[in-house]
């Protein structure tokens, strides 16, 4: 067993009031899990920080809370026996040692209090199952039962036990492999990816908003088709997320083919992390294409063709969210719009920009134009050298035309320069089709540039439109 001695990790004072605390209950505790992993890899130290007591995690929890200035407010999950506390901007959980055995029908296991080693052998893997004492005598030792620094070494996930059992007693397990993979950079030891990919259809018991958690994370690393192909591979991802698997393959017919759209869709995930950490902007690259696959044609003259996928796209898009459980409010209705208008710009930067495109993009686009031009950059895959630079370049005027045409017209979240009221007044009207139509033919007039976004054009424009209408400015 590793006994190197990392007492400079543990400076905060918390940690030395904790391991005061459970002396004075003869209890011996530890600092176990992501913070010793992190710490060990130089990454940003965690802000959660797990404790593991031989003893009542609950019991010790309230002694360190006690200690604490302003003794904070101990939170308990009694069912899970487990107790939390917030102390400046740390959250530490406390948990008592546990041993834990599983029946094959559920996730939930049969806990009994264990030792440290018992509870080491339950971790999900095993930089993961690192340990510091907190204990007086050898406070800062590293417990590694499993070589768990040889690993972070050699960068490889493995599990502490047989990887079948590791993964089926709790499935999540599997996700999460991937999902460190993608975020440390990490690989995953080959005989635990055939495990994953032997027990894959036992992630079927996890809760969709576990899922999801993990899929987020996959989506937040730096280069998520790490992860994503991961999923792919282990055949995970066809049971998760089937609308992404079913653009996979690439199909000729006549001497025609198509591009295979799942891994051009993992490219332009990649592409668009590079430029963007929003998450919301990452699942609309990831789902920019899922109208492909129910959409696809084949025709004789034209060749592969997937008409509308965009709108089919985004219809996908609800139902999709609906079944992952995730919010079906502002966010999914940004993505759906990503996805609905994730063509719009290439048209404009295959041809020559015109202004009154521009401003029809901004206009259908609003606040998220920029959001629809990193999407669209990011879309870009060609391997044609040529191209790409032409497409770049393209893009490049795009984006400074939105900015010159919204100095000049302020297109964005557009309000017409003349109102209903004022057309009604005008023309001494009721509410009548009339005036949706000439407040239409002013928006138009404006997006077109026939006339400037300014109320004496807009209100010169409406009079003249009102006289072909052979409607007459009234008296009163
Ligand atoms: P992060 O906080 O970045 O998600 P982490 O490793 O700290 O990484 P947590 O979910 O905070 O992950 O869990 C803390 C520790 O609890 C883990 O390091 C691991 O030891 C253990 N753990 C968490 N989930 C599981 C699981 N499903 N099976 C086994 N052990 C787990
Ligand atoms: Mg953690």
């Not at 400046?88 to 055995?101: I, N, P, Q, T, Y």
């Not at 048209?347 to 669209?376: E, K, N, P, W, Y």
């Not at 400074?400 to 964005?412: A, L, S």
Request: with cysteine; charged share 35%.
């Amino acid at each position: 067993m590793n006994v190197k001695n990392h007492k400079e990790a543990l400076k905060e004072d918390i940690f030395s009031i904790i391991s005061g605390a459970a002396a004075e209950l003869d209890m011996d505790s530890y600092v176990i899990g992501g913070f010793v992993r992190d710490y060990l890899l130089n990454r940003d130290i965690p802000k959660d920080i797990d404790i593991v007591a031989i003893g009542s995690g609950i019991e010790l929890a309230r002694k360190v809370s006690e200690k604490l200035q302003k003794k904070p407010k101990v939170q308990v999950f009694k069912n899970f026996g487990t107790a939390m506390l917030r102390w400046k901007d740390l959250e530490v959980e406390f948990v008592g040692a546990r041993k834990e055995s599983y029946r094959s029908d559920s996730r939930k296991p049969v806990v009994e209090n264990g030792t440290l080693k018992d509870d080491q052998d339950r971790r999900d893997f095993t930089i993961n199952a690192l340990a510091f004492s907190l204990q007086k005598e050898n406070f800062g030792d590293l417990l590694d039962p499993f070589d768990g620094v040889g690993d972070l070494k050699q960068k490889l996930i493995r599990t502490p036990l047989d990887p079948d059992i590791t993964y089926s007693d709790d499935p999540l397990r599997m996700l999460r492999a991937i999902r460190f993979a993608s975020q440390l950079h990490f690989k995953i030891f080959p005989e635990s990816l055939e495990a994953i990919s032997r027990n894959k259809d036992r992630i079927k018991i996890i809760s969709k908003e576990r899922v999801v958690d993990e899929l987020n994370k996959i989506l937040g690393s730096d280069k998520p088709s790490t992860g994503l192909s991961l999923l792919f591979r282990t055949g995970l991802l066809h049971i998760i997320l089937p609308e992404l698997t079913r653009l996979q393959g690439i199909e000729e017919k006549e001497g025609q083919k198509h591009k295979d759209n799942f891994w051009h869709t993992l490219e332009v995930v990649d592409n668009i992390s590079e430029h963007t950490d929003d998450l919301w902007l990452r699942w609309a690259a990831l789902l920019h294409d899922i109208g492909k696959a129910p959409t696809k044609r084949f025709d004789k003259k034209v060749g592969w063709t997937f008409h509308g996928h965009e709108f089919v796209g985004s219809k996908m898009v609800y139902k999709l969210f609906k079944r992952l459980r995730m919010p079906l409010n502002e966010k999914m209705k940004f993505v759906q719009k990503m996805v609905l208008m994730s063509s719009r710009p290439i048209v404009l930067a295959q041809d020559i920009v015109t202004d009154s495109a521009v401003r029809r993009l901004v206009f259908d686009a609003g606040d998220h134009v920029d959001d629809l031009m990193t999407l669209c950059e990011a879309d870009i895959t060609t391997k044609n050298p040529k191209k790409f630079r032409k497409y770049h370049h393209n893009f490049k005027i795009v984006r400074q035309k939105i900015v010159e045409v919204e100095e000049r017209d302020h297109i964005r979240n557009f309000q017409p320069p003349v109102s209903g009221e004022d057309i009604m007044k005008t023309f001494n009207l009721s509410p009548s089709r009339e005036i949706g139509i000439i407040k239409d033919a002013i928006k138009e007039a404006i997006l077109e540039g026939d006339i400037p976004n300014e109320y004496e054009a807009a209100r010169d424009f409406m009079l003249k439109k009102g006289k072909e209408l052979g409607l007459e400015p009234g008296k009163g």
